[in-house]
């Protein structure tokens, strides 16, 4: 059934009259019903994706220039991890990225790349340093060849070397002397100034306060 534009009553489809009002039903007429046409909706579809991909596309812009501008500089970020206080929520991973920073500076200082960061060779490491803190292993290399093996399953890499330390100084100060330590160590001083370009660090504090890292050295 279709509807008269005039009198707006119901006629039957093939008429070409109204049969209330006599007005004419034309083919043109809008009297005909509305049809579906399949193009309006591709196309409307295809201009939703293009205007979604050009939005997406000034977000993501407007992110990297965001954190871009908002970076600071190594200069500024090396200051921050001297000086800010740390965090009593998590100052393990504080601890773990002092201690990091402080390895690059090092490297840095004697005309070495910095190492990167593994976050898989630190969750390894992590699980030894709290295991000697805990007391269920002894203040050792003990297991290396498990944790070399088990670093081989997330990052391949040619050579591995390991840094230990443990001390019982003040949180503030705890970084620092595991780094000196090290650096009036040979052998541990050899691993800091070694071929390598991947490292993790876990730390982890035991009974009496005393602070132990773990630091996995690789080269990829």
Known sequence: MKSCPDCRKPNREQARF????????????????W???????WTGLFITAIAGVVVISIQEDLLREHLRVGRPSPDVLLERVRTEPIDALSY???FERRTHVLVNEHRIAIGLPPLEYSEALATIVRQHSRAMATGYEVFSHDGFEERERMAQGFVQLETFAENLARNNSSPASAPVDAGAGWLDSPGHRKNMEGRFNQTGIGCAQGKEGVFYFTQLFGLK
């Open 18 to 33: 109204c049969g209330h009002c006599g007005q004419s039903l034309t083919a043109r007429s809008p009297v005909q019903g």
């Open 35 to 41: 049809r579906f046409n399949p193009f309006f909706l």
């Open 92 to 94: 393990m991973q504080d």
